[in-house]
C-alpha cells in the first residue's frame, strides 16, 4: 500500500460546513431523493428504486483486519450497490487505486458472510468525489472496469465499477448538470434548480440545533482520538529511544570489559531499570 501522508486536522465550525465536508455531505446524501437524483447524474442511468442510504456504514473483512466507514452506502432493487465517498484529502493516484480495491474487497466480504454464492455478489460501484484532478488532469470523469490487455473489446464481467468524479477537469465530458453540482463542489456560485435544492437543505440542517450538538460531539471525539494517537506515537518513540539506548550501552560497556554486574548497574543508574529488567536485558543481549 502507497506510503499516506500525514495531513492536518482541520476543525471546522458548524456555521462554515460545506458540501464539500464528509460530514455535511453524508447528511445531505442521507436523503434518498438527493442521493438518488445524485447518483442518476453521475452514472446517467435511472433507478427505480433506491433503499434507504446508510452513512458512516461500518465493515470490515474479520476482526482482525482494518475496517473501513464509507460514507454513503446504498443499495437499490436491481441487485447493485453504490458507494459514494467525498475525498478532500488529495493523495497519489496509487494509494486511491489500493483504497477502492480494498473497498471493494470488503463491500463484497460483506455480503459472502450472509451467505451469498459468487454468482450472486451484487454489482457494485464505488465513487469518490474529489475537488481536485486526478490522472490526465482533463476528465471531470474517469470509469474503471476490468478490460482484457490484449484485448481491450473484452471486458471481464466482475460487476464493479470504480468511478472518479473531479471538480478540476477541463474537458467536455459531464452533463450541464454534473458540472454545476461540481462548481458548488467547489464553493463556486451557480445557477441551478437541483443545486439550489441541496443549498436550502444545508441551510434547514445548519438550523437544527440537535444536529449541531451532534456534529459537536463528534468533533471532540475525533479530537480525543487524535490526542491520543499523538501521546500514542510520543510514548512509543520514547520506549524505542530508550530501547536503542540500552542496546548501545550494553555493547560499549561490554566492549570495554565491562563485567555482567557493572553494566546492570549502570542501566540501572541510566535508564531508572529495576534490577531485574537490567538484568533480562543484558542476557538477551550478551
Not at 451469498?116 to 488532469?137: E, G, M, N, R, T
Not at 490484449?150 to 473531479?166: A, P
Request: charged fraction near 30%.
Amino acid at each position: 500500500m502507497p506510503k499516506v501522508p500525514e495531513l492536518p486536522y482541520e476543525h471546522k465550525e458548524w456555521e462554515e460546513l460545506t458540501i464539500a465536508d464528509d460530514y455535511m455531505f453524508k447528511l445531505v446524501m442521507s436523503h434518498k431523493r438527493i442521493c438518488k437524483h445524485l447518483l442518476e447524474m453521475i452514472l446517467g442511468i435511472k433507478i427505480r428504486k433506491l433503499i434507504d442510504p446508510k452513512t458512516e456504514h461500518a465493515m470490515k473483512n474479520s476482526y482482525e483486519s482494518k475496517g473501513i466507514r464509507l460514507d454513503v452506502y446504498v443499495e437499490d432493487d436491481e441487485n447493485t450497490v453504490y458507494d459514494v465517498e467525498m475525498q478532500v484529502r488529495k493523495y497519489s493516484e496509487a494509494y486511491f487505486g489500493r483504497r477502492t480495491r480494498y473497498y471493494q474487497s470488503v463491500i463484497d466480504f460483506g455480503a459472502l458472510q450472509v451467505g451469498v454464492k459468487y454468482h450472486q455478489l451484487k454489482k457494485s460501484i464505488i465513487i469518490f468525489i474529489c475537488p481536485f484532478a486526478l490522472f490526465d488532469k482533463k476528465h471531470h470523469l474517469f470509469t474503471f472496469k476490468n478490460t482484457c490487455q490484449e484485448d481491450t473489446s473484452i471486458m471481464l464481467d466482475d460487476g464493479t465499477s470504480k468511478v472518479f468524479l473531479c471538480t478540476k477537469g477541463t474537458l467536455d465530458d459531464v452533463s450541464p448538470k454534473v458540472k454545476n453540482f461540481l462548481a458548488f463542489v467547489d464553493g463556486l456560485p451557480v445557477k441551478d434548480d437541483w443545486v439550489d435544492k441541496i443549498k436550502d437543505l444545508i441551510d434547514k440542517l445548519k438550523q437544527d440545533e440537535r444536529k449541531k450538538a451532534d456534529y459537536m460531539t463528534y468533533q471532540m471525539k475525533i479530537e480525543e482520538e487524535r490526542d491520543a494517537a499523538m501521546e500514542a506515537g510520543i510514548a512509543k518513540g520514547r520506549r524505542e529511544g530508550e530501547a536503542k539506548g540500552i542496546l548501545a550501552l550494553i555493547a560499549t560497556l561490554k566492549d570495554i570489559s565491562f563485567s555482567q554486574t557493572q553494566v546492570v548497574e549502570q542501566l540501572m543508574k541510566r535508564f531508572s531499570l529495576s534490577e531485574t529488567e537490567a538484568q533480562a536485558a543484558v542476557q538477551a543481549n550478551w
